[in-house]
């Protein structure tokens, strides 16, 4: 069974960082893109950042030059440093993954259950 584990979230001040993590375990023949993204109350889940196997990022608009996506493959392992955070960041974050488990299958999405950021001012 694969499963996509969150952590690192918690409440900081307007200005603060954190750093999250999103840990892919289970039986895996390959990891494709992963992405963080996040919902606050009221909205609709957004895209935060997409990082491909090979490296490649591309993140939304409203964290450009605050948040760096990265990836570690040899642990199957994903993060999000998020600088000079703001209120708005405010959200449950979610990891997702798109994993093959076998040679023979072709991926699909796995998510994570989220990890809360919060931000006061």
């Known amino acids: 069974q694969v499963q996509l584990a969150e952590s690192g979230g918690g409440l900081v001040q307007a200005g603060g960082s954190l750093r999250l993590s999103c840990i892919v375990s289970?039986?895996?023949?390959?990891?494709?893109?992963m992405g963080w993204y996040r919902q606050a109350p009221g909205k609709q889940r957004e895209l935060v950042a997409v990082i491909t196997s090979g490296g490649a990022t591309n993140c939304a608009d409203s964290v450009k030059g605050r948040f760096t996506i990265s990836r570690d493959n040899t642990y199957k392992t994903m993060y999000l440093q998020m600088n000079s955070l703001k209120p708005e960041d405010t959200a449950v974050y979610y990891c997702?993954?798109?994993?093959?488990?076998?040679?023979?299958?072709?991926?699909?999405?796995?998510w994570g259950q989220g990890t809360q950021v919060t931000v006061s001012l």
């Open positions: 289970g039986s895996i023949y390959a990891i494709g893109d």
């Open positions: 997702k993954a798109d994993i093959s488990r076998w040679s023979f299958t072709p991926a699909r999405d796995y």
